[in-house]
């Protein structure tokens, strides 16, 4: 499968795979006639970093965490990094919980005021 297809099928840019492959978070993609040519592996790899991604994982988090897959122990330190992840993100959602609280109240407490129509309408 060509790079546009890819990407459609993704929902992600062809400049997005182009860069994932650049930096190194995905291995270069076999080629045929100098173009890419994505396989089946290739597109699960690229689900599970635009998956990550979509938790807030970073790239260069998420090269380690593929890195860490050829290693002995790897499922540790995955799940350690994933679960420094989750730990921040329910800081975050803790944090806008109570920046929600405040604006709900600052919304309860505005003064109601009557609109008046002056006929003009």
């Not at 800081?91 to 407490?109: D, F, G, N, P, V």
């Amino acid at each position: 499968m060509k790079i546009n297809e890819a990407a459609k099928q993704l929902h992600t840019s062809a400049w997005t795979l182009r860069y994932y492959e650049e930096i190194g978070v995905l291995a270069p993609v076999a080629r045929i006639s100098g173009m890419r040519d994505y396989q089946s592996a290739d597109l699960a790899r690229i689900r599970e970093i635009l998956d990550l991604r979509a938790c807030g994982v970073t790239l260069e988090e998420i090269k380690h965490f593929l890195q860490l897959e050829t290693t002995a122990n790897s499922t540790a330190a995955q799940r350690t990094l994933l679960t420094g992840q989750a730990d921040e993100l329910r800081t975050q959602i803790t944090e806008l919980e109570a920046t929600l609280a405040r604006l709900e109240t600052k919304i309860e407490t505005l003064p109601v005021k009557e609109f008046v129509s002056n006929g003009t309408n």
